[in-house]
């Protein structure tokens, strides 16, 4: 049954791919793996082969290729390693950890063979990234086989993947296996392994994992033999024999762009049939002192399962995994590792931001090194939303963190646009700001654009059109202008590709020419566009909220009063006329929402009586 499963979504997969081709000359990629690895837990190395099935889909005809082998990352002198070293903010799980690795604690990936349907390939290892020289160019439309001979130590858990945490889980086990780097419209995206993001091709694994039986795994993929394996993956009423030294963990993962796995001697097993038949996985360490807060986040993360479901999309996997592993919280195909010794609290809020992931990451697959504020800011926002709905929670502002994490950098002096490549920023600090804050900020600020009802439709209808591919920022801001009728590049290139910033104010108040007249003239300061929403609160206690468009937006939101002209950008003020005495009014403010990120609200408000 489970192989129809595969077939269908591949089938489901394809036909979507060449719906966008002709309609958007859009294309993508396809690899099919298949591995066999054997892992010595004594010493922490593996031996694997690996086949690997790729499909030219694009118009090129390709030369050559490279393939990513991160754990080289973890070795002293590695630019991962002396680029924490130089900056001036590094993260405190790496600062200068790398450079003190012994021959035995580092992390590597070798490439002992390497063949191309049958012929032998030159390749050179540079850093993280093995460089290749087709045998045979691969022509559009084709498809060849690569086979290879690879083998690997676990570094010391330092940056997400690594071995004996300071939790004391054995194994978190990403970006551990050579990896095909992506080619798309763009070209080959060949990024040496700093620290930041990772970009992967669409496609199949079926992956064999030998490991010393005494080890539970979890992770990517839907388990082939539970019947052997045990553990609490076994049918109901089968009893498990494990015999010999080791065990074969056999996975399948279907439409997918990563295989991560986590193992321990020590996990707890749990599993959770949620509301729509998801098979949810909670693998944490047998420690008394934890055990309460992971049996509790089961019944939370079906609550956030169900949010995600209705508020994107329809989550397209049989099964989603909570491991505890690496050193804080990453976001894997099927799956999530994070830090398990925290607050109930913050249990829920790490796995309601990684599990977020499983949409805006695991089947949008954006390139986070080149739009990191689509996928951590997308989640942010979302994940902010989820959290609070399964604690029950309706605070006035729920994005005010992200809002003031944003204004601060705004005015730190330190901002850099967010197209700037995810290890190029010249702070952390800079770069969690862009991505995780300014990016949530992005999609709430839309909905004050749009109205938060053609937010909801975009995000659905975004998740509709573009699951399954890797959708840039043009293709989102495409459908929200489809769903709004608005217009909205300048607000895609202002607030991504600058640093300019919205800042607006209250200018003066004046008596106008006509009795009863009130002339409010407001400033525009910042270099960023917006329409303007007023509100005036009159002295007996009404108010009434005036819109005012911005003429390049061309759009107006029906539920408020639009005032009589538009304001075009390159007009530094604007008159808006009220039928009003001056004395009628008590107070004027500028976005009294707050959703408009203005970097200096104190002039957005004019009290009259002052």
Not at 183 to 211: S, T
Request: charged letters at 25%; aromatic letters at 14%; hydrophobic letters at 35%.
């Amino acid at each position: 049954m489970l192989r129809y499963f595969f077939l269908g979504l591949n089938i489901f997969m394809f036909s979507l791919i060449s719906f966008a081709q002709n309609s958007t000359s859009y294309w993508q990629q396809h690899v099919e793996y298949t591995m066999d690895v054997d892992f010595d837990v004594k010493n922490y190395q593996y031996e694997g082969e690996q086949e690997l099935v790729y499909t030219n889909n694009s118009p090129d005809t390709l030369y050559k290729a490279y393939y990513h082998l991160y754990f080289n990352a973890f070795q002293p002198g590695s630019e991962m390693d002396v680029r924490s070293r130089t900056i001036k903010d590094p993260d405190r799980r790496v600062e200068d950890r790398i450079s003190k690795l012994s021959e035995d604690e580092i992390g590597f990936l070798k490439v002992n063979a390497l063949m191309q349907d049958g012929e032998k390939l030159a390749y050179e290892v540079v850093g993280t990234v093995l460089e290749v020289r087709l045998a045979n160019p691969i022509p559009p439309g084709n498809s060849t086989t690569f086979d290879m001979e690879f083998e690997g130590q676990v570094p010391e858990q330092i940056r997400r993947s690594g071995r004996n945490s300071s939790e004391g889980v054995a194994l978190s086990m990403s970006q551990w296996y050579p990896k095909l780097a992506e080619y798309d419209f763009e070209g080959w995206h060949a990024d040496p392994y700093v620290g930041r993001e990772f970009h992967g091709v669409w496609g199949n694994f079926d992956v064999k994992i030998k490991i010393d039986k005494n080890y539970i795994l979890g992770g990517t993929g839907y388990l082939q033999n539970p019947n052997k394996i045990g553990y609490g993956y076994e049918d109901e009423g089968v009893k498990v024999k494990r015999k010999g030294r080791k065990l074969t963990w056999h996975f399948i993962a279907p439409g997918v762009h990563d295989f991560t796995w986590a193992a321990d001697p020590e996990y707890i097993h749990d599993k959770r049939t949620a509301y729509d038949g998801t098979t949810l996985h909670f693998l944490y360490k047998d420690n008394p002192e934890i055990k309460e807060n992971w049996v509790n986040l089961q019944e939370k993360t079906e609550g956030l399962l169900k949010f995600y479901n209705k508020h994107i999309g329809k989550y397209p996997y049989k099964q989603y995994s909570v491991i505890q592993g690496g050193d804080g919280g990453m976001e894997y195909a099927m799956c999530t590792l994070i830090t398990g010794e925290r607050s109930f609290g913050s249990l829920v809020g790490v796995t309601a931001h990684e599990m977020a992931h499983a949409w805006f990451q695991h089947v949008l697959a954006t390139n986070e090194l080149r739009h990191e504020w689509m996928d951590e800011g997308f989640t942010s926002y979302i994940s902010t939303l989820a959290e609070n709905a399964v604690f029950g929670k309706d605070p006035d502002f729920p994005q005010q963190g992200s809002y003031d994490s944003y204004i601060g950098l705004a005015n730190s002096g330190f901002e850099q646009p967010q197209t700037t490549h995810a290890d190029r920023y010249k702070f952390n600090g800079a770069y969690g700001a862009a991505a995780y804050s300014k990016g949530a900020v992005f999609l709430s600020q839309l909905g004050y654009l749009i109205g938060e009802e053609n937010l909801k439709n975009t995000l659905t209808s975004y998740y509709d059109q573009w699951n399954f591919k890797h959708p840039t920022p043009n293709d989102f801001i495409r459908v929200a202008e489809k769903v709004s009728d608005a217009e909205l590049g300048w607000y895609l290139n202002d607030w991504t590709r600058t640093t300019n910033q919205i800042d607006y104010g209250v200018k003066d108040v004046q008596e106008g020419t006509e009795k009863d007249e009130t002339v409010i003239t407001l400033k525009r300061i910042g270099l960023m566009p917006m329409p303007i929403e007023v509100e005036v609160t009159y002295t007996d206690g009404s108010s009434e909220m005036t819109y005012i468009p911005l003429r390049m937006m061309r759009y107006s939101k029906p539920e408020l009063k639009v005032a009589d002209k538009d304001w075009p950008w390159a007009f530094p003020t604007y008159e808006l006329k009220i039928d009003k005495a001056k004395s009628s009014i008590q107070k004027i403010e500028i976005d009294p929402s707050q959703l408009m990120a203005d970097v200096d609200r104190s002039n957005n408000v004019k009290q009259m009586n002052e």
